[in-house]
């Protein structure tokens, strides 16, 4: 199947993209790396009337630290975030991440910006997102706002960017001292879409877990944060009891569907798995490291 015919319009600069798309008669899209959208449009999943290539908008790119920030900039492809010193000493969860993404051809085309617009829950990086606490820069028309991750995905492929708005950079707090971070999931085979994947994020002073952030993929509509298990981490040792609480914790959290090739307890059980073995190897790391 091809897709629909539409008219293709590359753009040097994101108000020259707003404007395209504002002066678009009927639905327009913006095309970055293309490895969703694409094969969306070649199956007619999709079937807008324009176009919008971005991919060479240079103020999209860029990883670098502003004040108390890691800005990352919306074309950044899973490759350079891999690849990126910068992201692997500040963030690292987004390095181990980009490891498990697809295969390397999806990786030296797919942008970050793509991944989290598309906000499909079982992709890695909306899940990092809401561990880091991370920052969305959206601009529009008439200006720029900053939507916490935790805010940003709505529902299944939903989130908070409105139509004629895009996704122009994340920014991702810089570690306090005692930052550990890891990120794992379980797929039937490297590249697959994880079953379940966990990325966690928690602060360390002397034993005591001083903050904690664990945020769930394939497991919900959206990337699931798991309050209750973090409730029963924070402000204890990070020992065998609160570990096995946490764990348990999971039951109040996480309620996945069933689909055709795996069911909710099946799913469930894996979310544990990945807990049980993700919070002893945060444990057992070293002060001051965070990559694995």
């Not at 079953?195 to 005591?208: D, I, P």
């Not at 996945?256 to 190897?281: K, N, T």
């Amino acid at each position: 199947m091809k897709a629909r015919a539409f008219d293709y319009r590359r753009v040097a600069s994101v108000a020259e993209a707003l404007d395209a798309y504002a002066a678009c008669e009927g639905e327009a899209r913006f095309l970055a790396g293309g490895q969703s959208l694409l094969p969306a449009l070649n199956l007619r999943l999709d079937a807008p009337d324009l176009l919008i290539d971005i991919g060479r908008i240079e103020s999209l790119r860029g990883i670098a630290i502003e004040g108390d920030r890691l800005r990352i900039g919306a074309l950044t492809r899973h490759a350079e975030t891999l690849a990126s010193p910068l992201i692997a000493e500040h963030a690292p969860l987004l390095t181990q991440a980009a490891a498990y993404m697809a295969h390397p051809a999806i990786r030296n085309l797919g942008t970050m910006g793509g991944s989290l617009a598309l906000s499909d829950p079982a992709s890695e990086l909306p899940a990092c997102m809401r561990a880091l606490g991370a920052e969305f820069e959206i601009t529009g028309r008439d200006g720029t706002r900053t939507v916490a991750a935790d805010d940003f995905f709505l529902d299944l492929f939903e989130n908070v960017i409105e139509p004629g708005e895009m996704l122009t950079a994340v920014r991702v707090p810089l570690p306090v001292p005692g930052t550990r971070m890891r990120f794992e999931e379980i797929a039937r085979r490297r590249g697959d879409y994880a079953l379940v994947g966990l990325a966690a994020h928690l602060v360390l002073t002397g034993e005591t877990v001083e903050s904690v952030r664990l945020a769930f993929c394939s497991v919900g509509p959206t990337p699931m944060r798991a309050p209750t298990a973090e409730a029963a981490l924070a402000g204890r040792p990070l020992d065998a009891a609160a570990i096995a609480e946490a764990t348990a914790a999971l039951a109040d959290d996480l309620a996945p569907d069933e689909d055709e090739g795996f069911s909710a307890a099946a799913r469930m059980h894996l979310a544990r798995v990945l807990l049980g073995r993700v919070l002893p190897a945060l444990r057992e790391q070293e002060a001051g490291e965070m990559a694995a």
